[in-house]
């Protein structure tokens, strides 16, 4: 079992930054693929980001690359997606995810566990 608790979510304006954080408990001494995924109102859940344990497999979504950084810092067990230039667009609620693999995926399913989710609001 693994326990994730996002936090850093929060209202920002145009063009702002937020850094969430992704704090795991639990089976972290397995290694896994921290993902992010993002929900708007009445939209299906999208990826966002991936990253794998050592950090040299990344891969992001065409609507954040170039304005969103993913890392992680093992010893700590906890991951975070730095987002610069933030749009209206991106107003989501955002879910880190953890996959028992080293293998990054976009895919939701590919998850076995998730967090609660964290609301980002970007206003115009």
């Known amino acids: 079992q693994v326990q994730l608790v996002e936090s850093g979510g929060g209202l920002v304006q145009t063009g702002g930054s937020l850094r969430l954080s992704c704090a795991a408990s639990?089976?972290?001494?397995?290694?896994?693929?921290m993902g992010w995924f993002r929900q708007a109102p009445g939209k299906e859940r999208e990826f966002v980001a991936a990253?794998?344990?050592?950090?040299?497999?990344?891969h992001y979504s065409d609507s954040v690359k170039g304005r969103f950084t993913v890392s992680r810092e093992n010893a700590k067990n906890t991951g975070y997606l730095q987002m610069n230039s933030l749009r209206p667009d991106d107003t989501a609620v955002y879910y880190c995810?953890?996959?028992?693999?080293?293998?990054?995926?976009?895919?939701?399913?590919?998850?076995?566990?998730w967090g609660q989710g964290t609301q980002v609001t970007v206003s115009s």
């Open positions: 639990g089976r972290t001494f397995s290694r896994y693929v």
């Open positions: 990253i794998n344990w050592m950090g040299y497999s990344i």
């Open positions: 995810a953890a996959r028992f693999s080293d293998i990054v995926s976009s895919t939701a399913s590919m998850y076995d566990y």
